[in-house]
């Protein structure tokens, strides 16, 4: 089943451009992480962010987190060419401790 | 420090074969974690072990299996293949003993096809 889901499911900018990216879930959570799937390095973690967190920053990641609409953005800010990837978030259900992924976001930075 | 490993890289096989996947953790990691992903979509939780023992399973058939070694490494068989179990199969560890609490470090997978 899916939980998370990413809007768009892509997106092509400039470089130096920011790119924003959304997920939205169904029930209540504990965390919300974002992965980043690339061919180079495969999938790796980004960011956790707990349900009793509103924002959450990583270099040029930040993340919001806004319970109350069941949705959590991703802004990418000044993106460059190794910010290609196709990103996911990933979020809990309640009592079974497993993580539910979203079809992701197709990044595209064009040079 | 090493990061997670999976073999094969690439397998082929045909309807009915049986297939073993197999998956090494970071050093110090005591939960495995397998995941399916088919072209283009976003992961699919198969199974979970933590210290040797199954923790929980996906929404798959039995004949998706596993088991984990007492040094954390961990195996995938998937019996009777079927065309769509053609797929991107994903380890991942973990330091702490939940996906949903803790930083997941995957591998970088195991591509299945199955004419």
């Known amino acids: 089943s899916q939980q998370g889901e990413e809007d768009p499911q892509a997106l092509s900018i400039q470089e130096g451009e920011n790119a924003t990216m959304n997920c939205s879930y169904k029930?209540?959570?504990?965390?919300l992480q974002w992965y980043r799937q690339n061919s180079g390095r495969g999938l790796v973690h980004l960011i956790l962010?707990?349900?009793n967190e509103r924002e959450k920053h990583s270099g040029r990641l930040r993340v919001t987190l806004d319970t109350s609409k069941k949705s959590s953005s991703l802004l990418i800010t000044a993106s460059r060419a190794a910010d290609t990837a196709s990103y996911f978030c990933?979020?809990?259900?309640?009592?079974?401790?497993?993580?539910?992924w979203g079809a992701g976001t197709k990044l595209i930075i064009k040079p | 420090e090493a990061g997670v490993t999976q073999s094969p890289t690439h397998l082929i096989k045909t309807r009915g074969q049986q297939v073993t996947l197999r998956c090494s953790p970071i050093?110090?990691?005591?939960?495995v974690y397998w995941y399916q992903q088919a072209l283009g979509l976003g992961l699919q939780f198969l199974l979970w072990?933590?210290?040797?023992?199954?923790?929980n399973r996906g929404n798959f058939p039995p004949r998706f299996s596993g088991r984990q070694f007492p040094n954390y490494s961990s195996e995938l068989n998937v019996n009777a293949l079927e065309l769509e179990d053609s797929a991107l199969y994903l380890c991942?560890?973990?330091?702490?003993?939940?996906?949903?609490?803790?930083?997941?470090?995957f591998g970088p997978g195991t591509r299945l096809t199955v004419l």
């Open positions: 991942a560890s973990s330091l702490g003993t939940s996906a949903i609490y803790n930083e997941q470090f």
């Open positions: 050093s110090g990691h005591t939960s």
């Open positions: 072990y933590d210290e040797g023992e199954e923790r």
């Open positions: 029930t209540s959570i504990n965390n």
């Open positions: 962010i707990r349900s």
């Open positions: 990933a979020t809990d259900e309640d009592s079974n401790y497993q993580l539910i």
